[in-house]
């Protein structure tokens, strides 16, 4: 184990848990309203016709067709991002594929999936899906309408998700059933909310996945966007209701299709027990998960880990 033992913070990213402890965390309980809120949410999804648009991009690649994609979701915003697909061999499956908090510049030619189609969205606000006045940066995003739960911009990105299987599907219509979620850090957070309540998703990959637990990711220190909230909070202490429908911890408890969760055990941006309270809170028959001694923070097993876990990102989306 390669946990980091020095860093530059002034708090401690391991926040005194032990492993024991990290898996003892349980999700809080649903507020009222919680279920039939997001089943609302991907009902709004479903009416749109996302119209996705595709052009060819100046990035190449030996493996893949690469595309820029636009497309419409709720609320009219035009979402911006890439489409991979292989240049040999049958598309067995799709992939939506999530984002940090920094957004993206590109897609990731190196995920290590060779028989997909890989759709690489860029959620609300955020890289080739601007949309004022909803900031592009991640301090300023995570707040975007916090207090107004059918406006909040989370709820936005999750119905991003969910248009993003529409658009996959409306290309490839013989890949129903065989779609699948990939998100880290925001958009694992993301995958959380939405994986649940979107049925036509049938696995789904969460790494370091935040806004899980939602009274502790208010209280945790951070680097990340759980920062921001936690400063806004001090003068706004209504948030704390609102946020208790966009946890991703409770919202995991409802998954019933197969998942990997790969949380850390050191994270500065991304708490750990916010991090295992999503990867505790699926099924345990639904549930595989691969511990990482550390997110966001390079490590000296960083390499050797995150080479384990792209062999079982490979085998848990079936590529041969």
Not at 182 to 188: A, N, Q
């Amino acid at each position: 184990m390669s946990i980091p033992t020095e860093h530059p913070f002034e708090f401690d990213p391991t926040y005194g848990y032990s492993l024991e402890a990290l898996q003892a965390l349980q999700a809080p309980e649903a507020p009222e309203g919680f279920d039939a809120f997001w089943a609302g949410r991907y009902q709004r999804a479903l009416g749109v016709a996302p119209k996705p648009v595709r052009r060819p991009s100046p990035l190449s690649h030996p493996a893949w067709q690469v595309e820029e994609i636009q497309f419409t979701s709720t609320d009219r915003v035009r979402i911006g991002g890439w489409l991979l697909t292989p240049k040999t061999g049958e598309i067995r499956r799709g992939i939506v594929v999530g984002h940090g908090y920094g957004g993206r510049d590109a897609p990731d030619f190196d995920y290590p999936v060779s028989d997909a189609a890989l759709l690489f969205p860029c959620f609300r606000g955020m890289s080739k899906s601007p949309h004022p006045p909803i900031s592009g940066n991640a301090v300023w995003h995570v707040l975007h309408h916090i207090e107004k739960p059918e406006k909040y911009v989370i709820g936005g990105c999750v119905e991003d998700l969910f248009v993003s299987v529409s658009v996959l599907l409306a290309l490839f219509p013989g890949l129903e059933g065989q779609i699948g979620y990939s998100g880290i850090s925001f958009g694992g957070g993301i995958g959380a909310l939405g994986i649940p309540h979107d049925p036509r998703i049938d696995r789904g990959f969460l790494e370091v996945p935040t806004f899980g637990n939602r009274p502790l990711w208010l209280t945790l220190p951070s680097t990340g966007s759980a920062a921001s909230v936690q400063i806004y909070r001090k003068t706004h202490p209504g948030v704390d209701a609102p946020l208790r429908l966009f946890d991703a911890a409770t919202a995991a408890t409802r998954i019933t299709v197969p998942m990997l969760v790969a949380p850390a055990r050191f994270d500065p941006a991304v708490a750990p027990p916010c991090q295992f309270s999503v990867a505790n809170a699926v099924p345990q028959k639904f549930n595989q998960t691969f511990i990482l001694d550390a997110g966001h923070f390079d490590y000296p097993d960083a390499a050797a880990q995150h080479n384990l876990l792209s062999e079982k990102v490979r085998t848990f989306f079936g590529d041969p």
